[in-house]
């Protein structure tokens, strides 16, 4: 248990990263310390205080912020690339007026820190697609990555204008056996290995070849613990630090999961995602991560399939 006192607000808590960080800050603070928060309840927060929150409901946040005392927000509530292309208006009105929600009541100094996640999505296809620094072309072609960018804008001109302490990271895609992925390009990533378990077969939506920047959820959700406990004057970027785990292609993911299951087979059927996975990102450079407050990853690909396929299997059977 850390000693600062901290009174957290997690908005999205029901999605992928919410379930697991709400989790482990409730480790740390203890969970009455950690108010979980979404559209809906779930099963997942037997012992945290949990409220009903439309996140683009600023009235209702700020009396949610003001009835638990908060002092920190992680806010993770947004729609993703892919079901952000479907639905491109509600995904831009939800990703940016939920954001100006959180920065405003920080500005206001009605809570005294935000984290809120930014994403490979940042880039686009004009973007040096192999190591990817943190500084480059930036031209994202999607909803989500527009929004992830204009977001990463905004909370920069917040911190440098009204000093708001906001700290951010570009998630690569996240792959955790604890809860389920929400609409992302990443997502086969975690599909295959339940699918591998249940049927010994995947078809993927994405192409043998198509290489993308991964991490397991475990060393993301140290990343946001680390950066969002790091002293301020180690964070030099506000906007969104570039976050870099591991880069595989849909067949060596697969060929690892066949180590374990000799059986497994897969096959592919790329649809639209394909167009939206060519235009990010294969590998990241993240040497400012660090520097500035120490990252280092944990986990290689034959960790993060050995992991995942031993939770999950144990999971099933329980
Ligand atoms: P998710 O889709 O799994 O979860 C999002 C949660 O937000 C859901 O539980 C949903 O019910 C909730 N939500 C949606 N609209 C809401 C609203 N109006 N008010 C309150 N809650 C609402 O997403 P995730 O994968 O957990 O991602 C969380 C954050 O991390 C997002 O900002 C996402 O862009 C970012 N991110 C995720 C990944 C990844 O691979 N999972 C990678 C990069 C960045
Ligand atoms: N995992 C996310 C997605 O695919 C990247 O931000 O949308």
């Known amino acids: 248990m850390v000693t600062d006192i901290q009174k957290i607000l997690i908005i999205g808590a029901g999605g992928q990263i919410g379930v697991e960080l709400t989790a482990k800050l409730s480790e740390m603070y203890g969970s009455s310390n950690v108010v979980a928060s979404d559209l809906k309840n779930s099963n997942a927060f037997a012992n945290n205080p949990f409220e009903t929150l439309d996140a683009l409901d600023k009235k209702a946040l700020f009396e949610i912020v003001k009835k638990h005392g908060i002092t920190h927000i992680y806010h993770l509530a947004a729609m993703l690339s892919a079901t952000g292309e479907q639905n491109p208006m509600f995904a831009w009105k939800l990703n940016m007026e939920s954001l100006f929600n959180v920065l405003e009541l920080a500005r206001e100094k009605h809570i005294a820190g935000i984290y809120w996640p930014s994403s490979i999505a940042v880039f686009g296809p004009t ?20 929004s992830k960018q204009a977001g990463e804008r905004w909370c920069e001109w917040y911190f440098k204008k009204h000093n708001v302490d906001v700290r951010s990271l ?50 993301a959700i140290r990343a946001t613990i ?7 004057e180690n964070i030099k970027i506000r906007g969104g630090y570039n976050l870099s785990g591991i880069s595989f292609s849909a067949k060596e993911i697969a060929a690892e999961i066949k180590k374990h299951i000799p059986d497994f087979s897969i096959t592919y059927k790329p649809d639209f995602r394909q167009a939206i996975a060519d235009s990010w990102p294969k590998s990241i450079l993240d040497k400012e991560a660090r520097a500035d407050w120490g990252w280092k990853e944990k986990y290689d690909l034959p960790g993060l399939v050995e992991n995942m396929l031993t939770n999950l299997k144990s999971k099933n059977e329980q």
């Open 127 to 146: 973007t040096p697609q192999v190591g990817t620094p943190q500084y480059t072309v930036m031209e994202p072609s999607t909803v989500y990555g527009i």
């Open 170 to 219: 570009r998630y690569p895609g996240l792959i955790g056996w604890k809860s389920a992925p929400g609409g992302g390009t990443t997502d086969y990533a975690v599909h295959i290995f339940h699918e591998a378990l249940k049927n010994g077969t995947y078809e993927c939506f994405l192409s043998e070849n198509t290489i993308l920047p991964m991490m397991h959820m475990e060393d």
């Open 226 to 232: 680390e950066i969002m406990h790091a002293p301020a």
